[in-house]
């Protein structure tokens, strides 16, 4: 929906926070200079933690950065060479796609989780004090629990 307005800078923020979980006060940390290293040291609550950059990700963004000659620096800007708001960046997610920044971040630690079984690696990823904070992240609703249990692959004529 982003692309389709023409707003490549939203298109570009929203891959990128799914895509590494980073939450939009860190989108500071994401620069040209980590995209040729392909990974981001955030500095954040005095701690500090490495995110990885999904080669995807990097393909997509160093594009991007072509298309906005961005040669250095934080890669989202205002047009006044600003770091980005989170306020306004909340605010244009809503008005394309209905959906708050910080889902998101929810999508990448679920798909993370289904996929690594590890609560506490992804507790240091996310930059979690705790382990209870990351796992609130990864629960599903009792529904969809219960729906994923019945369905036992016990049919044996799927097309009738």
């Known amino acids: 929906a982003a692309r389709e307005r023409g707003d490549e800078r939203l298109c570009a923020i929203l891959q990128t926070i799914a895509s590494t979980g980073i939450r939009i006060s860190e989108l500071s940390y994401i620069t040209a200079e980590s ?11 005095g701690k500090q933690r490495v995110i990885l950059l999904p080669q995807s990700l990097m393909l997509y963004l160093t594009q991007y950065c072509q298309k906005q000659r961005i040669v250095r620096g934080s890669i989202f800007v205002t047009k006044n060479g600003q770091a ?9 997610m809503k008005s394309v796609c209905k959906v708050y920044p910080h889902n998101l971040r929810h999508l990448f630690a679920k798909i993370f989780y289904e996929r690594d079984h590890d609560l506490v690696r992804l507790a240091d ?29 016990l049919l044996i004529d799927r097309e009738n």
Do not use: F, M, P
């Open 35 to 45: 995209l040729a290293q392909g990974e981001v040291v955030i500095d954040c609550k």
């Open 84 to 92: 980005v708001r989170r306020q306004n960046v909340w605010a244009d």
């Open 125 to 153: 990823y996310l930059g979690h004090s705790s382990v209870e904070t990351t796992r609130r992240y990864t629960i599903i609703s009792s529904r969809e629990a219960c729906r994923r249990q019945l369905e036992l692959g």
